[in-house]
């Protein structure tokens, strides 16, 4: 259910292996964990902090006005976060997604993307470069990110209704501005673009159908988000889950048929479907009534340099401590060959699967217990 825990200590024992162990390996010879899932996806939370409260992710009652958030120095740097991005691509890491909190609260976050954008895989590719956002600040910044090398924006929009919006976030943002925001990354090239609606019953599960109207003609790609039971601070209740399936059926419903169509890779989040009567599309990411962690391929990097294994972990393993180990800081290719080694190990014992044994259990007994919060390793 959890990753087994690793001392700093063992961590060390592990970084003196000089070579990753053929069990590590699936059959294609890139890395794998104990069910043969491969590490594709790496999500790198750049900050804690976030301008807005949504009630599923950073409720006020917390996160409030005196909530203590991590001190800038306990920040990976960007150059760390770099020479970690760099070990977990040649692991066979292709898609790099920057999140938060709120990423564009990160000081020159263009800098980081610049370098991020530099890294090729070992067959000389380009990674899939991106970046989830709520969107209060992309219209300002959506050409510099551009500029920098960035590949595409997710936007994190939970209604169009402006009151409904204003309860989601809980901050007053108007709805207006990320819609701008929107079509500001949309004009500079950032595409196509994601908007995921978390959908919570009697909050604004009335929006689906006016979403998905008003991005059915669109170049843009609405992703409706089962509530999830993240963290420990939403009150996550099952019954306030609106099942994938009757988002279907209420989209349906309304006029607009769909029709399922394939992933585009093996371990994608969301399962896809087109309209009948045209090309675009939505997704629908189904973490509670229908998990989908046979194929989760996702590592996340927390803001201070924790590797977390599931997105609802307990506990991560600590890699800045290993980047800032003077012991390791004589040679540089020494302490990449001995971190490298340590994330093979961590990755090849990973045997996470929550939200399958949730799905098999949904009363949650035995499962309930104090998970990392989305806000410190993104969603």
Known sequence: MSEKFIPL?????????????QQLLAATGKLADSFARPLHDLRI???????????????????????????????????????????????GVHKIRLTGGEPLLRKNIEKLIGMLSAIRTPDGRELDLTLTTNGSLLARKAQCLKDAGLSRVTVSLDALTESTFQQMNDVDFPVADVLDGI?????????????NMVVKAGLNDDEIVPMAR???????????????????SNGWKLDEVIPSAEIVQRIQAAGMPLIAINPNYTGETAARWRYQDSAGEIGLISSVTQAFCQDCSRARLSTEGKLYTCLFATQGHDLRALLRDPALAASESDAELAISNVVAQIWGARS????????????????????????????
């Open 45 to 91: 939370s750049v900050t804690d902090r976030c301008n807005f409260r949504c009630v599923y992710c950073m409720p006020k009652e917390v996160f409030d006005k005196d909530y203590q958030f991590l001190p800038h120095s306990n920040l990976l740097s960007f150059e760390e976060i770099t020479r970690l991005a760099r070990i977990f691509v040649a692991h």
């Open 352 to 379: 996470d699967r929550y939200s399958q044994l949730r799905s098999q259990n949904t009363d949650l007994q035995g499962l309930t217990r104090n998970k990392i919060e989305m806000s410190y390793i993104g969603g």
């Open 9 to 21: 200590t063992d961590l060390r024992q592990f970084s003196k292996k000089l070579q990753i162990p």
């Open 214 to 232: 008003y991005f059915k003609d669109s170049p843009h790609i609405l992703r409706f988000i089962e509530y999830m039971d993240v963290g420990a």
């Open 183 to 195: 079509e500001a990354a949309h004009q500079v090239g950032l595409g196509p673009i994601k908007i």
